[in-house]
């Protein structure tokens, strides 16, 4: 029996512009253009060439008593640290004024008094925390904010800017501005809000917009269903949503207990809710408390803390509040006891003017096993689902740390990282106020998680892991603030409770709201440098370095390259407590690598992965050192992709339409035989939202698999890598399609599901091995130089089976209105292509024809790889791409036809392939537009011809 086994080697795919004999040049130029937007820049600049800035930062250091140490973003100054400057002002307040009046040009003020606001006063033990919102004629600029830090001395001692850079030099402004009722309708109806837990409101504000002033409504939902506290930026022109955010603190899995909770004070892990019943647990889990302050009312109300419930309120006039767990009033008590029993701990280590007002508290007040503060309505509700979330103090004071930590910040969270941030204190909170403190300390919830977790003892989360920054992030805020709390856990195990919770505490009034980890490491130390002239730096260095937090010196730590091309890393070298020397080692790779290091990069070309993979992982290692001594380290790790991986990175980024159920598709054409025995994606999208977007792939026999659900997490850009293989444990959905057929079209379909934010897909990859890969050489080939090119109309009502192309339809056959021969001067030559990519256009019902030839004869020993870019007018097209071959005796052969779907300014890749059947052939695409509405454009873009093996069996 003979068997043809078509091997084709699938190349990268990077929209080629030239023939391929000179592809090598532009393959590089291409590739290494991709490696400079893989990396992202430093986070300080080197060289700002602000130069009003720079004088003003020159003028503040010869002021100041102690010189600062300055972060540069690009040309502006992000935070002053470790310096200070005297301001003889008569109060914190009058001293900031002082310092902006005379050095507010170190973050591009002109007018202090008419650029900023005031916001809030927050008075630590040693530090008074001033915040400042930005201005622009009167109107607050979103994400405009500065934040001073001023001794009892009365000098300013840290800044932190996040101030807007305005060039135009007047608003956006129309004379048909929605109101804000209008405002608020758009926000409620684009985010398909049902209910709310308090009314809406909007106020007027200025966002800038690639630097140029709009007016806008700044629009604040309390939400219930679906559950957030969003804020959504609406034009004040249009009402279209600009914007938005989830400013809503979470905790997944939370309860409410005693002191703290039924496990720890039994010390008996066998202990379960059984549904809320009362002889679950024993009477010697209770423990009778005092609760303070609570007014004349008899409801469970005081200074710090107001407690509701969902259906009725606890109310006893005689104050004695005596219930089991079974009695929905217990949890009442036990919100009431814990919040205020933390607050009055904070109060004791010196910081009266924290979270001092009556939080409202609700419990049992929502279905699911989920509790969350809403810093919009400073509010704090917990859920019912499996344990009652208010039964188990961890959960309670985790929400109250957050309630803490958004009075000290405000509006902290705006980051991926400070969000991360903000989950780990909130975990070190509940850890360092148990009063227990005895029976596994580490654990946070161990009650309420026995409803879900499947560990042994069961638990939330733990603040004992031995966890690195940036190596074990893995993209969840709850699981990623563990880093954080892991660090805060070392600080307490190594300088006690008290000298701890200060130091944390205190080191709040120096952060941002976009706060990073390693700028909260830096936040601590300077607040031992103020709180205890530095006495702790030793320690506080080394805890840190444990952590990967010691030193900045990478701004990332994964980057994806292709195999052949150049890769430059650039670093930064940021190390606090002194200067140090940085050396790199490279850790792990299939191959040992000769690698160039400069001061600011390192820079090698990538290996190809090792025969019969798809990827490869190199790994490198930066050390900071003094003297010799290692002090701190960060990993590199570079995934390779290797040549038989399908790279897709358009000329442009290709708009991911917003709130539009059918997304945009791309297509992939796997020419290689036999069943999946590995499989690659990687996606790679820039989105101001990324819970927005949905990620599925679909085979050739129509598999599809969702790969990345929508979500409600909050967090910008999407970036991830599918793998599997037959060894491979992970659970993704890609695994499903080991053993398929390849043969055939990959769909990629990225989905916006909801309105306000936008993104563009920058760049994906797909990778397929199969039983019969093999490794072909392909044959140059060019479209035919004798510009012979061919259009045939038809009518677009009646397309049907037209010449050589058959299309599924069922529609009797036409005759043609004409042909008409189309010129294409400058295009192509003799030689090859001149002039770029060929780009046609076919209305409804068209059929454009192109006769293609190849230096060498297509015999039957080769095989046709071709990719056409296809786009649309309107807003969807179908469009049918066909492969046929004529023979020079002038016989018609049918060989190959892809359908795809098109969408409004959003390329589509079709990629086609055909084996001849008799020799010395002439290969002929059809491209024809089967919408009937839309016009669509054909670029003609990669034409290769592969060898066959034939082999007998």
Not at 558 to 568: K, Q, R, Y
Not at 585 to 604: A, M, R, Y
Request: proline share 5%; with cysteine; glycine share 8%.
């Amino acid at each position: 029996m003979v068997r043809q086994k078509i091997v084709a080697k699938i190349y990268i795919l990077m929209n080629r512009k030239g023939p391929l004999e000179k592809m090598d040049r532009v393959r590089s130029a291409l590739f290494f253009s991709l490696a400079l937007l893989l990396l992202p820049s430093s986070g300080r600049a080197a060289a700002p060439t602000n130069g009003a800035v720079s004088q003003s930062v020159t003028a503040l250091q010869s002021a100041s008593q102690a010189k600062w140490t300055v972060i540069w973003s690009g040309d502006c100054v992000r935070q002053l640290i470790a310096g200070s400057v005297q301001m003889y002002g008569t109060d914190a307040v009058d001293a900031g004024r002082r310092f902006l009046e005379a050095h507010g040009g170190v973050v591009g003020l002109t007018d202090p008094a008419t650029e900023t606001r005031l916001r809030s006063v927050k008075q630590g033990k040693a530090i008074t925390r001033l915040d400042y919102d930005q201005l622009y004629r009167g109107l607050r600029v979103i994400d405009g904010r500065l934040v001073l830090t001023v001794d009892g001395a009365g000098s300013v001692r840290s800044l932190c800017s996040s101030l807007q850079p305005l060039v135009g030099t007047s608003t956006r402004r129309s004379s048909t501005m929605i109101a804000s009722e209008e405002a608020i309708t758009a926000a409620m109806q684009g985010l398909r809000i049902q209910s709310v837990r308090s009314p809406a409101s909007a106020e007027r504000a200025i966002w800038s917009a690639n630097g140029t002033p709009k007016e806008i409504w700044e629009v604040r939902i309390p939400a219930s269903q679906p559950l957030g506290d969003f804020r959504v930026l609406v034009d004040a022109e249009t009402g279209h949503l600009l914007r938005k955010w989830d400013f809503l603190c979470h905790a997944d899995g939370v309860g409410l207990v005693f002191d703290p909770n039924p496990i720890v004070t039994m010390k008996d892990f066998t202990l379960c809710d059984l549904g809320n019943a009362p002889d679950a647990v024993p009477q010697e889990a209770y423990k009778t408390v005092t609760l303070r302050d609570i007014d004349s009312s008899g409801y469970l109300s005081g200074p710090y803390v107001n407690v509701i419930g969902v259906a009725d309120r606890a109310w006893e006039p005689e104050l004695k509040y005596l219930y089991d767990r079974s009695d929905s009033w217990f949890e009442q008590v036990m919100v009431y006891y814990h919040i205020d029993r933390s607050h009055r701990y904070l109060t004791s280590l010196g910081y009266d003017s924290v979270a001092n007002f009556p939080l409202t508290a609700i419990a049992n007040n929502h279905p699911e096993d989920q509790s969350f503060y809403s810093d919009y309505l400073r509010r704090v509700t917990f859920g019912t689902g499996g344990v009652d979330d208010a039964e188990d103090a961890d959960i309670i004071l985790h929400e109250y740390g957050h309630v803490i930590q958004h009075d000290q910040i405000p509006e902290f969270g705006s980051i991926d990282e400070s969000i991360c941030l903000g989950e780990g204190f909130a975990d070190y909170w509940a850890f360092t106020n148990d009063t227990d403190g005895t029976f596994h300390h580490e654990l946070i919830g161990e009650w309420d998680a026995t409803s879900y977790s499947d560990t042994d003892p069961p638990y939330l989360r733990r603040v004992d892991e031995d966890l690195r920054y940036p190596d074990d992030l893995v993209g969840e805020f709850h699981e990623d603030g563990r880093i954080w709390s892991r660090s805060l856990y070392g600080i307490w195990n190594s300088l006690g409770k008290t000298v701890a919770d200060t130091l944390v505490l205190e080191s709040h009034f120096t952060l941002g709201p976009d706060a990073s980890m390693f700028e909260g490491a830096q936040a601590i130390y300077e607040a031992d440098r103020i709180l205890y002239e530095g006495a702790h730096l030793e320690v506080l260095f080394r805890l840190f370095d444990q952590r990967g937090l010691a030193a900045t010196t990478l701004s990332k730590t994964h980057i994806n390259t292709l195999a052949g091309e150049s890769v430059v890393v650039p670093y930064s070298r940021a190390i606090l407590g002194g200067s140090a020397q940085f050396r790199w080692e490279q850790i792990s790779g299939p191959f040992p690598l000769n690698f160039v290091v400069t001061d600011e990069s390192l820079s090698f070309t990538a290996p190809e992965p090792p025969e019969g993979t798809l990827m490869s992982d190199l790994v490198f290692r930066l050390f900071a050192e003094q003297n010799g001594n290692p002090l701190s380290h960060n990993d590199l790790t570079v995934t390779v992709f290797g040549d038989g991986v399908l790279f897709d990175a358009p000329d442009n980024p290709v708009s991911i339409p917003d709130d539009y159920d059918k997304g945009v598709t791309r297509t992939v054409y796997f020419s290689g035989t036999g069943p999946v025995s590995q499989i690659l994606l990687y996606v790679d999208v820039d989105h101001t939202y990324r819970g927005d977007l949905r990620v599925e792939l679909t085979s050739p026999l129509g598999t599809r698999c969702t790969l990345v659900p929508a979500s409600s997490k909050p967090g910008k850009d999407l970036e991830v890598l599918f793998y599997a293989n037959k060894t491979t444990t992970d659970l993704t959905e890609i695994r499903s399609f080991l053993g398929e057929e390849a043969h055939g079209t990959w769909k990629l379909t990225i989905t916006d599901t909801a309105e306000a934010d936008t993104g563009t897909l920058q760049r994906w990859a797909l990778g397929i091995l199969t039983t019969d890969s093999v490794e072909p050489s392909p044959y140059p080939i060019r479209f035919r130089s004798d510009n012979v090119l061919y259009r045939e109309q038809f009518e677009h009502t009646q397309l049907g089976d037209i010449g050589y192309l058959a299309y599924p339809g069922g529609f009797e056959k036409t005759s043609p209105a004409g042909t008409a021969a189309l010129g294409t001067p400058g295009w192509a030559d003799p030689s090859g292509r001149t002039g770029g990519s060929l780009v046609l256009s076919a209305d409804p019902g068209e059929v454009i024809t192109v006769i293609l030839d190849s230096v060498k004869p297509v015999r039957t020993d080769t095989a046709v790889f071709l990719s056409v870019r296809v786009t649309s007018s309107g807003p969807g097209a179908t469009v049918v791409a066909a492969l046929v071959e004529q023979t020079f005796d002038g016989s018609i052969g049918y060989f190959s036809r892809i359908d795809s779907e098109v969408y409004r300014d959003s390329w589509s890749t079709i990629y086609a392939y055909f084996m001849p059947q008799s020799g010395g052939v002439l290969p002929i695409l059809q491209i024809a537009n089967c919408s009937g509405i839309d016009n669509v454009s054909v670029a003609f873009d990669d034409l290769t011809i592969y060898p066959v093996t034939i082999t007998d069996e």
